[in-house]
């Protein structure tokens, strides 16, 4: 069957680093999105995957490894407003989306 | 530039009564869909559409049915609401269905089944 998996819950400090992994087992891959959540609103697009390597935004980065079928999203710099669920999607063979159930993020002063 | 919009925002249902959840974009996507969000678990996909006139069955169709007469619009409806069928849905849409368009949401629908 096909699997996202990702930590439930982590927590971290303002100013600090956080790396949120996520490992995927999908018919096919063609490629893979990280959104952000906050309680209550609607996902919001972050990143987008495909080849190998990290793709940096700002304070956002991904990162993606097609042979180990794994990727992170990093945070640098955290602020508290990045306290919110960040959900990993990967693309199958049919180019359905399969979600992981969310890594709910809480930042700490 | 409102984006996805979703009506209505909340709702409490009885068993056995229908409903229609109302999706509008404004973004000219050839591609909606509708998930459904529960605690603990990913999206999943209930129904979605490729374009105007067209829809096809997700992970979870059973106990919904869907419409999309203009390609702005996508409704969901609920026959006959069951208390298994409480959850927020969430309506998204995007240019075309190639891996590389994310897709973008409405703000959910909040759906509370008695």
């Known amino acids: 069957g096909q699997n996202i998996d990702q930590p439930t819950e982590m927590t971290a400090t303002e100013g600090a680093i956080v790396q949120i992994n996520c490992t995927y087992q999908?018919?096919?891959?063609?490629?893979l999105f990280w959104y952000q959540q906050h309680a209550g609103e609607a996902p919001t697009f972050l990143s987008y995957?495909?080849l190998d390597g990290l793709e940096e935004k700002g304070r956002f980065s991904s990162f993606l490894s097609r042979s180990k079928g794994y990727s992170y999203l990093l945070l640098k710099e955290l602020q508290m407003k990045d306290s919110a669920s960040y959900l990993c999607a990967a693309i199958d063979s049919n180019y359905q989306l399969i979600w992981g159930a969310g890594t709910k993020l809480i930042i700490k002063p | 530039n409102a984006g996805v919009t979703q009506t209505p925002k909340f709702r409490v249902l009885k068993t056995g009564q229908s409903m229609t959840l109302l999706c509008a974009q404004d973004m000219n996507h050839e591609y909606m869909y509708w998930y459904r969000q529960d605690p603990g678990m990913g999206l999943r996909l209930i129904h979605y559409s490729v374009g105007e006139g067209t829809t096809a069955k997700g992970e979870v169709p059973d106990g919904y049915n869907v419409s999309r007469l203009k390609k702005q619009n996508f409704l969901l409806g609920l026959e006959s609401a069951a208390p298994s069928q409480t959850s927020v849905y969430f309506c998204?849409?995007?240019?075309?269905?190639?891996?590389?368009?994310?897709?973008?949401f409405g703000d959910g629908t909040r759906l509370s089944i008695l």
């Open positions: 999908t018919s096919g891959f063609n490629g």
């Open positions: 995957n495909v």
């Open positions: 998204a849409s995007s240019f075309h269905g190639d891996g590389n368009q994310p897709q973008h």
